[in-house]
């Protein structure tokens, strides 16, 4: 899995320097509305890591200290663990199995982010077949920038509101 985080690493700093700026912008750290989704796959082995601005997830960036602030915080968190495999929808034939490593509201300052990372393994390689992305039920969620790395493979893309299939290869 290590190797996994090393290409995943490696392959995200050429995109920064590779990428024009017509073509697709990279958010600054911490941007209201904004996410980034990473997804890296060395042969059935993947990782998927979503970050975003707390507020566009739970509606909130301060601690959720009252019952209805945790309970907010809570149900997000138990749609990420139960949805994952939805948001970030590989085809059912690949037989990929979500499994969650982290999910919480990380608080910096007057800022908090909502992460969600996950291990997938899938029976089938993912090459040649189809992801499809859809975090749409998260109506502060405007902007969500993705990366994929599968392989020698190397795509980003963008995701407004409407969910997003692309082609893995």
Known sequence: MNKIVLIFLVALSLNVFATKKKEHRHHESHVHGSATLNIAFDQLQGKVEFKSSSEAIIGFEHQAK???????????????????????????????????????????????????????????????????????????????????????????????????SVEIK
């Open 66 to 164: 009252s019952e209805k602030d945790k309970k907010v915080l809570n149900e997000a968190i138990a749609k990420f663990e139960t949805g994952m495999a939805s948001f970030v929808k590989f085809e059912d034939s690949l037989a990929c199995v979500f499994t969650k490593e982290k999910l919480e509201m990380l608080h910096s300052g007057d800022h908090s982010d909502f992460i969600a990372n996950f291990s997938v393994t899938c029976k089938t390689a993912i090459q040649g077949s189809k992801l499809t992305v859809d975090f749409s039920q998260f109506k502060g969620l405007k902007d969500l920038d993705v990366t994929l790395l599968a392989g020698e493979l190397q795509k980003s893309f963008e995701v407004k509101r409407n969910p997003v």
